[in-house]
């Protein structure tokens, strides 16, 4: 059995950055993916990654995988004008994405990662990935949906099903919201 690598940390609280980047390709989950899960963003729309293969055929099994961050909505007023944007929505999310740090392919400034899959998780729940309410939320009219660990599992699924078939997903909470640790196994 081959253990495949994996980074999973929320870099952007840490201060990861460096400037230059490359385009990683959006992927909206199919709806029916996410339904399966009820994996869904604020507005009801399915979750997205962005993503780039892997460079160099060795590389095939390594991921590096970067949450997208951008604080957390605070009441339900907030999170409803929050689901009205990408922030809380995949309906209007760019073609590509450029990013540096741990997705960049640029191996001179990102020398352990830029042959990996590299892969953004889109940050579209308002909860930090944590938001577990079965129900949406009527707010003046408006659903909410609070699913952001079904939005995690709903792209983790995705990714094994469609981006890397012979990979197997090994949760590990750490003790924080920042980090979460998760093992890829390739049989």
């Known amino acids: 059995m081959f253990r495949s690598s994996l980074l999973c940390a929320c870099l952007v609280i840490l201060g990861f950055r460096i400037c230059h980047g490359s385009d990683l390709k959006l992927i909206v989950i199919p709806k029916e993916d996410a339904e399966k899960q009820k994996g869904y963003c604020l507005d009801g729309s399915p979750p997205a990654i962005f993503f780039a293969p892997a460079k160099n055929e060795s590389m095939k099994n390594n991921w590096a995988l970067f949450f997208h961050g951008g604080s957390a909505c605070t009441d339900l007023k907030s999170c409803k004008k929050r689901a009205g944007t990408i922030q809380g929505s995949s309906k209007n999310l760019p073609s590509t994405k450029s990013r540096g740090g741990p997705v960049s392919e640029d191996c001179g400034n990102n020398p352990v990662f830029c042959q990996w899959n590299r892969v953004i998780l889109w940050y579209c729940d308002g909860m930090f990935f944590a938001g577990n309410r079965e129900e949406p939320v009527d707010v003046d009219g408006t659903k909410l949906y609070f699913r952001g660990v079904a939005v995690l599992e709903t792209i983790l699924l995705y990714m094994k099903d469609k981006l890397g078939p012979d990979l197997q997903f090994h ?15 390739s049989t």
């Open 171 to 185: 949760r590990n909470m750490v003790g924080n919201l920042c980090f979460q640790e998760w093992q890829m196994q």
